[in-house]
Nanobody
Framework: QVHLVESGGGLVQAGGSLRLSCAASVHSFSSYAMGWFRQALGKEREFVGRITWSGGDSLYADSVKGRFTISRDNAKNTMYLQMNNLKPEDTAVYYC????????????WGQGTEVTVSS
């Protein structure tokens, strides 16, 4: 069982930055690959990026590449999403999720944290 809690969302002006955190309550956080997703109002949930268990490799959606960075601190059981140069189209509820490997689906999800980017 993995319990995930996101935090750090809020209201920011376009061009600004936010850092989201995803705290995991799990015995072996370093065993899990992690990802970030987002869902805007009226739209389907979309992939933002993911990071391997070690943090050595990450992948991003084209829409955020070069602006967002995912990192993790396994000693703190926490994953981060640094979001720079935010745009109004980044407005969404952001979710973190975990999975046991790159070949399995994400099976644990947080409750989400809301990010609003004003123009």
């Amino acid at each position: 069982q993995v319990h995930l809690v996101e935090s750090g969302g809020g209201l920011v002006q376009a061009g600004g930055s936010l850092r989201l955190s995803c705290a995991a309550s799990v015995h072996s956080f370093s065993s899990y690959a992690m990802g970030w997703f987002r869902q805007a109002l009226g739209k389907e949930r979309e992939f933002v990026g993911r990071i391997t268990w070690s943090g050595g490799d990450s992948l991003y959606a084209d829409s955020v590449k070069g602006r967002f960075t995912i990192s993790r601190d396994n000693a703190k059981n926490t994953m981060y999403l640094q979001m720079n140069n935010l745009k109004p189209e980044d407005t969404a509820v952001y979710y973190c999720a975990s999975r046991t490997s790159a070949s399995t689906p994400y099976d644990y999800w947080g409750q989400g944290t809301e990010v609003t980017v004003s123009s």
